[in-house]
């Protein structure tokens, strides 16, 4: 991953006093992981100083990323053989989650 700048430095620090847990997936190295409760996301270090959210934020299993699929009218997060059930407090926590993160990644002036 390239050095970050001053202002991807000062977003992170925004997302560390919400709460927001910085964390390393090998996968991914040239990304920022961000996690907050069991949620997680990957933030794209790009020019002009901010992140662009990379792929899609998704529920923790076991400390990996989920996939959200469909299977026989559920929703699950899956991630290798382990699933876990779509349930409503899940999506909920989910979708405050990624609020939150979209908020605190906006430019401040």
């Known amino acids: ?3 970050l700048t001053r202002q991807q430095i000062e977003i992170l620090e925004r997302l560390l006093a919400q709460g927001f847990i910085p964390v390393a997936f090998p996968l991914y190295a040239a990304m920022v992981g961000v996690r907050k409760g069991g949620c997680a996301a990957l933030l794209d270090p790009v020019s002009g100083g901010s992140f662009r959210v990379y792929g899609e934020p998704c529920v923790l299993l076991e400390g990996n990323l989920t996939v959200r699929i469909a299977h ?4 699950w997060f899956v991630w290798k053989k382990l699933r876990v059930e779509a349930t409503s407090e899940r999506v909920l ?8 993160l979209k908020m605190l ?4 002036l």
């Open 1 to 3: 991953m390239e050095e």
């Open 72 to 75: 026989q009218g559920k929703s």
């Open 93 to 100: 926590e989910l979708d405050g989650f990624v609020g939150e």
């Open 105 to 108: 990644l906006e430019p401040r």
